[in-house]
């Protein structure tokens, strides 16, 4: 195990800015490429990113202190984002991520968890009793993975101009 | 085809603050974790990178501006950043490919290539005939796919501490 809760307060911190590195006033169809049908656009992995901000992490994180395994997880709407991230600018949905983030780590920080409360659990809706050291260490690899789909969504846009190099692993398989 | 000169090397440019901003300062466990064996760790994919702005992109758009088919490209050596790699700090390596990566794509724009330069053609000493756009694009798709690996890298890293959470994608088939 690996789990140090003051390394993924840091990790957790440089979210916003490294997307915001990516992403900040690239032309539109950066923004707005996917991968296929229901998959998201690198936009809506900010807006999703928001909604875990206000939904996801910390609220869970309240549950487990609060109410232990007693009181499951409400759900996490995965398109529970849409709605409002179609009527904000990019710009706008980086702002907010920001914001947010820096609020809940103050808020993380604040509760001045020891390893006695990163052992207590929660129950979630599908995966059944977790830690809040699970939830946490999730939280920092969640982030990563949306970052690392970001790059890949913005890769493919290139995936018919780079001719032979097209066997580059990020590019997946042929089509 | 979606390439374009200017968006590319807006990317391009962004590359080094992106990682500077993800592994800046980052506790060396970060650093040099890796998926397995003969795989880059966070600061190999560095030197990979600062090793490909001295010996890859640039110098093979030279080639195929001066010599075209011709004259065939030097063999890439994936292994050519290994000896100066171990001797640099992570720091040091954040600072060497921002510092090259810029001087690079002041010597790109001074090329001032239009749509007839792009359609240039080189030849790869595996791949065969290449374009030079063709290799401007697999530029942005190589750092996009490093950035991918860093934050997968650092990613698996909490593999075990996330508990039942390991099946988020990025994670890989569980083990």
Known sequence: MSFCLEESIEILSR??????????????EWLHCREGEGTFSPHEVLGHLVFGEQ????????????SGE????????RRGHE???????????????A????????ALQALQLD????????????????????????????DLGHIAQVVRVMAKRYRED??????????????
């Open 99 to 106: 914001a947010l983030r820096s609020a809940n780590l103050e």
């Open 115 to 142: 390893e006695r409360a990163l052992d207590r659990r929660g129950m979630h809706p599908s995966l059944g009793p977790v830690t809040l050291r699970e939830l946490l260490a999730s939280w920092v690899v969640h």
């Open 70 to 77: 007693s009181r499951p997880f409400e759900p996490f709407d």
């Open 162 to 175: 780079v001719g032979p190099w097209r066997e580059m692993t990020i590019l997946g398989p042929a089509q």
């Open 15 to 28: 979210t916003p800015a490294v997307l915001s590195t990516l992403l900040g006033g690239l032309p539109e």
């Open 55 to 66: 939904t996801d992490w910390i609220p869970r994180t309240r549950i487990i202190l609060e």
């Open 83 to 97: 709605a409002f991230t179609v009527t904000r600018s990019n710009a706008e949905l980086l702002r907010e991520f």
